[in-house]
Each structure stands twice: as structure tokens, then as C-alpha cells.
């Protein structure tokens, strides 16, 4: 939890305290909360170009196969896919999209 501390305490520190009202700062907390949630550790399929990763709201999968990387996810909720134009762009969407499920919870706003 330290990490998270420090990072929403580096938030803090940038804000203007002579300036900035509290609802400001508290804006500036939520708007960095999405970078502060830990990427998905992705496993690779022993023989396939499939990586997987079981998170708290789903399954999400990015597949390197066919002729454009893509990914989906999984979950009793609702079930997506997209294409990416690489492997890794395609981890960083799934990795985007798990981080806006997070903040969903501290929010109510869907992604």
C-alpha cells in the first residue's frame, strides 16, 4: 500500500495549496487513480501466440494469430473484442480497459 500512498502523496505535492480548493485536489486524485492500477500479468499458452490473464472482473485474452493481434475479455457482464495493430498494443488496450473497470468501482461511470 505504500506505493499507492506515495503516488497519491506525489498528486498532493504538485497541487497549489494557496490555490487549488479541495474538490480540485480530489480531481486530481481520481484522475491519476487510473494510472495507479497494476498492469495484468499475462500467462502464455505453451504452444500458441495466446496470452491469458484471469482478473477480478473477467478473462481476458490477447491473441498474436491471423493477420491483425487482437484481444478480448470475458465476463459474466458483458463479453468485448477488438483488433490492435500489434501484440503489445493490443496488452496495453486490455491493460486500458481493466484499469477503467477498476475505477468504475470508486466512480459508477462505466467505461
Not at 72 to 82: C, V
Amino acid at each position: 500500500m505504500t506505493d499507492l500512498t506515495d503516488k497519491i502523496a506525489d498528486v498532493i505535492a504538485n497541487c497549489d495549496m494557496h490555490r487549488d480548493s479541495f474538490r480540485d485536489i480530489a480531481y486530481a486524485i481520481i484522475a491519476a487513480l487510473p494510472d495507479m492500477v497494476a498492469p495484468l500479468v499475462w500467462t502464455k499458452h505453451p504452444s500458441r501466440d495466446i496470452w491469458r490473464c484471469d482478473a477480478d472482473f473477467g478473462t481476458y485474452k490477447v491473441y498474436d494469430i491471423g493477420p491483425k493481434p487482437s484481444w478480448d475479455f470475458d465476463s459474466i457482464a458483458m463479453q468485448i473484442s477488438f483488433t490492435a495493430d500489434t501484440k503489445e498494443a493490443a496488452i496495453t488496450a486490455a491493460n486500458a480497459h481493466n484499469a477503467a473497470l477498476v475505477i468504475t468501482a470508486f466512480t459508477g461511470v462505466k467505461p
